[in-house]
């Protein structure tokens, strides 16, 4: 069965430091995401992706972050100055579109901003 | 604005009983509520959806029960085991729209005791 990967699966950084996170969605789904969870706490929406432009984007995903599609397969996630709070882990999904609903996870990037 | 509540935080219960884990949305907008099941450390996995013109829907052991009125939402779990012990989470959704993106519950640990 096709899934979700992400790399890395652990990313240190020091503060201030740009980041990259990849993701490899499903290779027929046109829907992409990304949520984050701070240790302990509820998994929250950052931004969605579709037709390579952002539909929609949270109060979290401010001029720090970014989102591209660079080829036909990859999705990244880029935080430009991380901050401490940006530790969390990331959550890449997707999901196919039309009357599908379903948003597969990925395995997610722990991401320790020290 | 958009908000699911979800109870109870932790959910104790013996091998073989029933557990049900209740969730609560703001937005009468949401017509889709898929549950996750998240193992520490790892993906939420989706283990049941139900969609706003459905009022039950049932998989084996698992079952989910919609009251739009009252926007609530319930897992059902019966004769658990051991290996249902995760985090589970309550998400909705405004499906059809250029987002779904999920709005999550806070999340229940359960903990089945055998």
């Known amino acids: 069965e096709p899934e979700v990967t992400q790399t890395p699966s652990h990313q240190v950084t020091q503060m201030g430091q740009e980041v990259i996170l990849r993701c490899v969605p499903i290779s027929n789904h046109l829907y992409f995401y990304w949520y984050r969870q701070i240790l302990g706490q509820k998994v929250e929406f950052l931004v969605s992706f579709y037709n390579n432009e952002i539909s929609e984007k949270s109060e979290i995903f401010d001029d720090q972050f970014s989102v591209e599609r660079p080829d036909g397969s990859n999705f990244t996630l880029k935080i430009r100055s991380t901050k401490l709070e940006d530790s969390a882990m990331y959550f890449c999904a997707s999901r196919t579109g039309g009357a599908t609903d379903t948003q597969y996870f990925g395995p997610g990037t722990r991401l320790t901003v020290l | 604005g958009e908000n699911v509540e979800q109870h109870p935080s932790t959910l104790s219960v013996q091998e073989g009983d029933s557990a049900v884990i209740k969730c609560t949305y703001s937005?009468?907008?949401?017509?889709?509520f898929p549950w996750y099941k998240q193992e520490l450390g790892k993906r939420p996995q989706l283990i049941i959806d139900?969609?706003?013109?459905?009022g039950e829907k049932k998989d084996q052991r698992i079952a989910v029960t919609l009251n739009k009125t009252a926007k609530h939402f319930s897992l059902h779990i019966t004769e658990t085991q051991p290996e249902d012990s995760a985090v589970y989470f309550c998400a909705a959704s405004k499906s059809g729209g250029a987002t779904n993106k999920l709005i999550f519950g806070t999340g229940t640990l359960l903990a089945v005791q055998p």
């Open positions: 139900i969609r706003s013109n459905v």
């Open positions: 937005d009468s907008a949401s017509n889709y």
